[in-house]
């Protein structure tokens, strides 16, 4: 199959990021990307200058899928509803995309060096602070340290939810009902039934 040379970039971006979604970051290059596209090996020379500029271009579109789906219900008059619902999309994304979720918080990608990477951050972030906004309408001084407080308390849940999902996943018998047993997978478990509650418990005493 042949791309026209004008949507070449953005196929090579989808691939990477396709790849990447199925089987994490190891074993990712710009020749194993150019074979998956069926283009030639030098053709994604043409459009990055290294693996990290690849990455830094999927990362971008990471980011912009993920503020898409932090956009993507319709806000009622209730602004800790809004937050809370905004928690639940944040973690939903992160457990269906851990891969690509791994990739835009954990990998050391310097994103100050790609500043449309950095901007696609920022304008994720950007949505949470702006619903912590409603909040506080007339102390903005507390919007940056809430919106982080959140953020942080929301990715930690995630984290929590993904441990737990892969203890569930564990294929040796002894060592999963070893586990079950213990009070981490008790809580855990806890942290997945009542992951609403404990959004909504924790914005509405969102107070710096």
Partial sequence: MKYHHGNLKEK????????????????????????ISNVSQTAPYR?????????????K???ENFSFKLSSF?????????LVDSGIKYIDFGMKNQNIFSLMFD?????????ELLLSANNAFAILQNRVKVLHKKDASKNQLNSMALHAF??????????????????????KDLAKSSDFYKAS???????????????KNLEF
Avoid: C
């Fill in 12 to 35: 090579l971006i989808q691939s990477a990021y396709d790849w990447i979604s199925e089987n994490g970051i190891e074993g990712i290059s710009l020749r194993k990307i150019a074979k």
């Fill in 47 to 59: 459009h990055f200058s290294s693996k990290e500029h690849l990455l830094a271009d999927v990362t």
């Fill in 61 to 63: 579109l990471g980011f």
């Fill in 74 to 82: 319709r806000q009622n008059s209730d602004p800790i509803e809004n």
């Fill in 107 to 115: 990998y050391p990608l310097p994103k100050s060096d790609y500043p």
């Fill in 154 to 175: 929301t990715h930690g849940l995630l984290n929590i939810i993904q441990m737990n999902e892969r203890i569930d996943q564990g294929t040796k018998i002894s060592t």
């Fill in 189 to 203: 478990k806890k942290v997945k039934i009542n992951l609403r509650k404990l959004l909504k418990d924790f914005v």
